[in-house]
Nanobody
Framework: RLQLVESGGGSVQPGGSLRLSCAASGATWSLRCMAWFRQAPGKQREGIASIYADDGTTNYAASVQGRVTISHDNARNTVYLQMDSLKPEDTAMYYC?????????????????WGQGTQVTVSS
C-alpha cells in the first residue's frame, strides 16, 4: 500500500515562501502522477499542481500559476511544492495525492492515495 506523508507547512507572512514535501513509501511502483491539493476553511478542495513522475510533465491551476513549482525526486520518492509570493488566500490545508494519470483539470476523482495534510497559514 502506498503511503504519503506531507511536511513543510507553517505560518508565513504575505510575500513569503514555503516548500512543502511529500514523502512516499510502500507501493511506490504505483507512483505515476503526483499532485498537490489544498482546502481552505469552508471551501472545496482544489487541485493546484500535478507532475508525472516519469517525465516531469507539470500542470498548474490558474490560481497559483507562476507562484508555485512542483517537482519530483525519483530517488527519494518525494514530491515538492515550492510556493513563493504567498498571499493570505493561500491559507489552507495542503495535501499530496497519487493517481495513475494526471487529469488535465486537476480533478481529484482519480486520486486514490492521500496524505494527511500540512497546514499553511499566510498572515501578517
Amino acid at each position: 500500500r502506498l503511503q504519503l506523508v506531507e511536511s513543510g507547512g507553517g505560518s508565513v507572512q504575505p510575500g513569503g515562501s514555503l516548500r512543502l514535501s511529500c514523502a512516499a513509501s510502500g507501493a511506490t511502483w504505483s507512483l505515476r502522477c503526483m499532485a498537490w491539493f489544498r482546502q481552505a476553511p469552508g471551501k472545496q478542495r482544489e487541485g493546484i499542481a500535478s507532475i508525472y513522475a516519469d517525465d516531469g510533465t507539470t500542470n498548474y491551476a490558474a490560481s497559483v500559476q507562476g507562484r508555485v513549482t512542483i517537482s519530483h525526486d525519483n530517488a527519494r520518492n518525494t514530491v515538492y511544492l515550492q510556493m513563493d509570493s504567498l498571499k493570505p488566500e493561500d491559507t489552507a490545508m495542503y495535501y499530496c495525492a497519487a493517481a495513475p494519470i494526471c487529469p488535465t483539470n486537476l480533478a481529484e476523482d482519480l486520486f486514490g492515495y492521500w496524505g494527511q495534510g500540512t497546514q499553511v497559514t499566510v498572515s501578517s
